[in-house]
């Protein structure tokens, strides 16, 4: 048995029992195999290639939808979910809640970090913490440059298997940096259109000085999560969920039905005013994806 450590494409790095750590390839085009992914192995007659011949069974995955409303598989065996965003690049905190909504119906725990809070005063990231915090889910602030956070960070994450994800350019890899001494990640300045650009090219799992495992994954411009993984009745979002169960319809979408609790909330300013405009795109999404996937096309 074998646990995947560097996936690009069908590229990946695999690290066996004995902690010897070699090249492999998916044996055939339908195995599909991520970061964080334990894999049985074997060598070809030439003894030249490792191949992966099988997945076993994995606690949680992170998946994705993709244009035709596919799963696509993106990380595996997580036990938490870092939502990483910073003042620079200008976060898109639609893309975070998806990320939020994805860890959630998969069952995965979530922490919201603002990394480099040292770029803005404090009081200007407090609204921004509240909608998060509101919704149930705990906010870290954290600044590579002073080192703010960093050890409660530490304390979070000993002895999980995480994954940071986000924008490019937030700074994902320079906490891993700062969490793991001496490891040799690629870091980059910001676009000139703080837009952020892709430092990390390929998902990367890491060993904790303290214990556990991190995961350093691709920056983003937009994320979708995998529609058939999403809890139907509030898509992930945990604030809706708990509403949810004062609605007059079961099968509730919580858009336009009548005596719907969660719609009551949001004009009643009792749920966050943008967390309910997520739910709504994502809702809207959601039917986009699944008109695309369509009922009888087959899957892959």
Partial sequence: MAQVIVAHGRHVRVRDDTGRIVQARPFGRRLKVVCGDQVRCEEDATHTQVHVIEVLTRRSLLARATLRGDAEPVVANLSLLVAVMAPMPIPDLFIIDRYLCAA??????????INKSDLVP?????PLARSFESAGYSVLLCSVETC????ALKEILLNETSVFVGQSGVGKS????????????MTGELDRDAGGRHTTTSSSLHDLPSGGFVIDSPGVRDFAPAIDTLEPRSLGFPEVDRLAIGCRFADCQHLQEPSCAVRSAAENAQLDERRYESYRRLRRLHADLKAAKGPDRRRN
């Fill in 104 to 113: 959630s119906s998969a069952g995965i725990k979530a922490l919201v970090l």
């Fill in 122 to 126: 404090d009081f200007d990231l407090s």
């Fill in 148 to 151: 703010r956070g960093l050890n």
């Fill in 174 to 185: 320079s906490l891993i940096g700062r969490l793991i001494p001496g490891i040799a990640l």
